[in-house]
């Protein structure tokens, strides 16, 4: 039993040292698909927490064609984007960018106004900052919630609107800040974060989030409430009975980047590729069929109309991968209608459970080879439906890379060392 116990600690210190220091982004390829199908099973697992988002993505990347050489965006533009999405019957319809323009354009104006009224639900974002108020604001209005909790002297505010949609596309929309500029975009844990409500003169408002989720949902604000401690322990925000929501004291949602790690979180197609659809061409037949996931999630899903080219892209998750506002938005709403709160272990729970292997090992190795081999493989069963477990109930997640490592290492010993030094015939023998 000594040298089984001596062989795993120097191995298994070894192995923790090799494998705990290296990021993730150091992490072997074999590990990064474990990783992921582990995520997978126990999303599987996880008695119906977890749905389906229904948000697609329309992203004017770089493949868009401006109708002005300029590549600078028309009201034109837009409604043509509007008008193709119309075309599939978008139950619900945002678009992140702030539809308006310095010139005034009475003929565009009504051509985009126009297909603003068609659309059956439509949210429109505004660009909002909290910064002293060299410049007049915007006079404009928003709706504030009605349902409030707690104490609200936390929530983050905003001073000015930079800019608000013109007023020809406001007759049947709701509009929405889309984020605060000026700032920071990391919560008071250092994770990206991103405001659901804020605080405007005396007023709490939704953000665009969650705008385009009430009006996808044929809801109202009014089935929106927030609840900050005192009133409750944890903050939250609850839609009706659809969805509860977890924030921090400032209103802002934590961005859960583990959520779309096995698997694309939503649908998304280019606006260039929205008139495929209704093409007749023998050419485009092949890139229709590959589409038609896409095609059909603009029928039923609520559909998020945002600007995706390179240059917008100035949003750096943990990973490294950087990602637009529009990615950003899209991301927080399929997190919401999904359920995907899903985040890492904490570090300590992560070093508990390889301190809880060792001691395991030292039990197992008091006993025979075959025993070693039948008790540690039951006992790494155990001990990953216990992760499973865990996951059911918190929605937290660890990789089971580095525990199977030094499972496979415990029953290898185990198999190779006898366990006493004197007792090695008669081991064998009995093995």
């Not at 104490?151 to 984020?179: C, H, M, N, W």
């Amino acid at each position: 039993m000594k040298y089984r116990i001596i062989t795993f600690s120097i191995i298994a210190v070894a192995l923790l040292s090799l494998l705990e220091s290296n990021g993730k982004r150091s992490r072997s390829s074999f590990a990064q698909k474990l990783d992921r199908h582990w995520l997978n099973f126990c999303i599987a697992n996880a008695s119906g927490k977890i749905k389906d988002s229904a948000v697609t993505l329309v992203t004017i990347d770089d493949e868009y064609e401006s109708t002005l050489p300029d590549d600078q965006l028309t009201r034109i533009d837009y409604a043509v984007i509007l008008a193709n999405i119309g075309k599939f019957q978008s139950p619900s319809v945002a678009v992140i960018p702030s539809l308006q323009w310095e010139k005034e354009d009475s003929l565009n104006q009504n051509i985009l106004a126009n297909q603003c009224l068609k659309l059956p639900a439509l949210t429109l974002g505004a660009v909002v900052e909290n910064s002293p108020q060299t410049n007049p604001s915007k006079k404009v209005s928003y709706p504030a919630l009605t349902q409030v909790k707690g104490d609200t002297s936390e929530i983050d505010s905003f001073t000015r609107t930079i800019s608000y949609p013109e007023k020809g596309t406001l007759s049947k929309s709701l509009v929405a800040f889309t984020q605060i500029d000026l700032r920071d975009q990391k919560n008071e844990s250092g994770n990206l974060s991103l405001p659901l409500v804020a605080r405007h003169g005396d007023d709490i408002l939704p953000s665009f989030v969650l705008a385009a989720l009430t009006q996808y949902e044929g809801l109202k604000l009014e089935d929106i409430s927030l609840q900050l401690p005192p009133a409750v322990s944890h903050p939250q925000i609850l839609i009706a009975d659809r969805y509860q929501i977890p924030i921090d004291k400032k209103g802002r949602m934590k961005v859960y980047q583990e959520s779309s790690m096995e698997s694309p979180l939503y649908q998304s197609i280019s606006a260039t590729h929205l008139t495929l659809a209704h093409s007749d061409s023998p050419h485009v037949k092949e890139l229709q069929q590959d589409l038609e996931s896409q095609f059909q999630s603009l029928s039923k899903h609520l559909v998020v109309v945002g600007l995706d080219k390179k240059h917008d892209r100035h949003i750096t998750l943990s990973d490294g991968k950087k990602i637009s506002l529009a990615q950003l938005i899209t991301r927080s709403i399929a997190t919401i209608q999904s359920g995907r709160f899903i985040e890492q272990w904490p570090l300590a729970w992560r070093w508990l459970s390889f301190a809880a292997i060792f001691a395991l090992a030292a039990k197992l190795y008091s006993l025979r080879r075959r025993l070693v081999f039948f008790w540690g493989g039951l006992s790494a069963f155990f001990y990953f439906s216990i992760f499973v477990m865990i996951f059911n109930s918190q929605l937290k997640w660890t990789s089971p890379f580095t525990a199977m490592i030094l499972f496979a290492t415990l029953i290898l010993i185990g198999l190779i060392l006898p366990a006493t030094s004197g007792s090695t015939t008669a081991d064998k023998k009995t093995s």
